[in-house]
């Protein structure tokens, strides 16, 4: 592995990690902020990454160790690193200029915004995106909807306190238990009353046992809150770069309703900026807990 980081040979480097993994190349564009056809074209060889940008957000996004960055990104020469130059071939690291960039990425926004991939349901999300791949190297962690099932029920308690320990803080918005829109919201998916909010009860009590376990000094690192409005998005935004948004339909479970991939591309343009002031907007109304 250090070879191909002196060599910057990111192609070899991801096939090592599938190699020793099973991860996709779809795990391995969001962590990098790849898509998948970029992450192919790298890994067939078509592209070369050069540009240090792009690697920094590789080291980070896979979690590299202090050594391997340094290898990486300073230059170990023993292991023959090469040249900063940019090849002019260099798709991913070419940079063009600031005129022809902007035009680039107004086009982009008014096409796609920044959505990375659309999943027809959250069960085909989760099993093409597990919770894990998500939140292992998260440092902040932002989420509102109904029972935050993602975190609370398909991200191990012990994972979630070394996250914590590790330094990670988490804000977390449920959806009130005992409020009218919990109640509008199991007659909209046809649910015995109570149920719903049994079950979110059951997460946000999970969570309160999670935070009240960690020492003290750190347990404000977990910030809970309920919120009672008319459930119309699940929101989680990761590191303050990805969002996953899902709508909530009607007459429709949760785990049934189209997920969203957004990567933050633009300071101020594209859908993740929208969902961020959504959630700020829902935070700052939210019952502490």
């Not at 085909?124 to 109904?146: N, Q, W, Y």
Request: glycine share 6%.
């Amino acid at each position: 592995m250090l070879d191909a980081l002196a060599a910057r040979d990111i192609a070899q480097v991801f096939r090592l990690i599938q190699r020793e993994t099973r991860v996709s190349q779809t795990h391995l564009g969001v962590a990098t902020g790849l898509s998948q056809a970029q992450v192919s074209e790298i890994i067939g060889g078509g592209r070369r990454v050069s540009s240090i940008d792009v690697l920094t957000r590789i080291s980070t996004g896979l979690c590299m160790p202090s050594e391997a960055r340094v290898v990486l990104l300073l230059g170990d020469r023993s292991h023959g690193i090469a040249p900063t130059t940019t090849p002019s071939g260099d798709v991913i690291a070419a940079q063009p200029a600031p005129y022809a960039q902007a035009l680039a990425e107004e086009a982009q926004a008014e096409r796609y915004a920044d959505v990375e991939a659309v999943y027809p349901s959250r069960s085909e999300f989760t099993s093409k995106m597990p919770p894990h791949a998500l939140f292992d190297c998260a440092t902040d962690i932002r989420a509102v909807g109904l029972s935050l099932n993602l975190i609370c029920q398909q991200y191990a308690d012990s994972q979630l306190a070394q996250l914590v320990a590790n330094g990670a803080r988490l804000r977390l918005l449920f959806l009130d238990p005992a409020g009218g829109a919990m109640r509008q919201r199991e007659i909209e998916e046809d649910m015995t009353a109570g149920n719903l909010g049994a079950l979110t009860t059951l997460n946000l009590q999970g969570l309160l046992r999670v935070r009240d376990r960690l020492p003290a000094d750190i347990r404000d690192r977990i910030e809970v809150a309920t919120y009672d409005q008319t459930i119309r998005v699940n929101i989680t935004l990761i590191n303050d770069s990805l969002c996953i948004a899902q709508q909530y339909l009607p007459h429709a479970r949760g785990v049934e309703s189209p997920t969203m991939v957004i990567r933050k591309r633009w300071p101020a343009a594209g859908l993740y900026h929208v969902f961020e002031r959504t959630f700020d907007e829902l935070w700052s109304g939210g019952q502490p807990r």
